[in-house]
């Protein structure tokens, strides 16, 4: 099985008591390989939340199909495999932790699962292992940071084993400081520990890190790419209403004033040294 991901012709309609018909996404068409990191981005109500929902059946198709490992997730005897393929992250880490002390909260997922004691105790320790996190173990968790929080959230995700983590804005209501530490987790396990990662940011600079960027407007995938590719579009993306990371902003002003800079600059670094020749 090539594809985590699957969608075709994914069509999402809300009916809204006061609006009536809500047309969120728009015949979506996206596969997400194994291992891949995926940002998706797109200004607000252009469907990227209800895109992630189909991930793991939490939203079904009102046309089209979606597909987790091959399951499709309209067929309900599959909800158990797909929620446990996939697992989500959402923005407010206190709306995801449930328990008092750490530990107890990372192993309520598997608990939940039926999954004997001893291996329950691994799992918590790898899980709080996998993101940095061991020494809080015993900790309370609305003790820590945002950042901190969200992680142990993860944790709790981990602790289930899935495949592929999806998580929408994880960092949205995090200081530098912690939305720092969540990608920086995020990315490790993505390349150490080969999860497959679905990652919703608004912050550019985060969907610069991706192996390939999607971007969404009005319930449509409109571009999709590298990062490079994408970036590097600056007047297509103001037009869709999404900022662009500084330099790659810095760079496209300096070129169409003359300076020879690089199309494929994107990150300040990569600016820096180009200036610098
Ligand atoms: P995003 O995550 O990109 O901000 P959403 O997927 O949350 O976008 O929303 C896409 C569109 O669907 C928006 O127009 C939003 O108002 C609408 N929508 C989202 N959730 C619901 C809902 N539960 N009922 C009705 N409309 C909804
Ligand atoms: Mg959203």
């Not at 009536?20 to 797109?42: K, M, P, Q, Y």
């Not at 990608?183 to 192996?211: C, P, Q, S, W």
Request: glycine content about 8%; hydrophobic content about 45%.
């Amino acid at each position: 099985m090539e594809h985590i991901i699957y969608a075709e012709n994914l069509s999402h309609v809300y009916t809204d008591a006061d609006e009536g018909e809500v047309r969120a996404l728009d015949s979506i068409n996206l596969t997400v390989r194994h291992g891949e990191f995926v940002a998706v981005i797109g200004a607000n109500g252009s469907g990227k939340s209800t895109l992630a929902k189909h991930f793991n059946a939490l939203l079904l198709p009102t046309s089209g199909r979606c597909l987790v490992a091959g399951m499709d997730t309209k067929m309900s005897e599959h909800l158990w495999d797909i929620r446990q393929t996939v697992g989500m992250v959402f923005q407010n880490p206190d709306n995801q932790i449930v328990a008092a002390i750490v530990e107890e909260d990372v192993a309520f997922g598997p608990e939940n699962l039926g999954v004997a004691p001893p291996e329950i105790a691994r799992r918590v320790a790898e899980a709080l292992a996998a993101v940095g996190m061991e020494e809080y173990r015993y900790h309370a968790p609305h003790l820590l940071s945002g950042g901190q929080k969200q992680r142990i959230a993860i944790a709790g995700v981990l602790a289930m084993r899935p495949r592929c983590l999806v998580l929408d804005e994880p960092t949205a209501m995090l200081d530098p400081q912690g939305r720092q530490e969540v990608l920086a987790t995020v990315r490790r396990l993505n390349k150490e520990e080969g999860i497959t990662v679905v990652y919703i940011t608004h912050f550019m600079e985060e969907a610069v890190t991706a192996d390939r960027v999607v971007v969404m407007e009005r319930g449509r995938i409109v571009m999709e790419g590298p990062p490079r590719a994408i970036f590097s579009q600056v007047e297509r993306l103001k037009a869709i209403g999404l900022d662009v990371p500084v330099a790659a902003e810095v760079a496209h002003y300096l070129r169409r004033s003359g300076v020879s800079v690089p199309e494929q600059v994107i990150t300040d670094d990569e600016l820096a040294v180009a200036l610098c020749r």
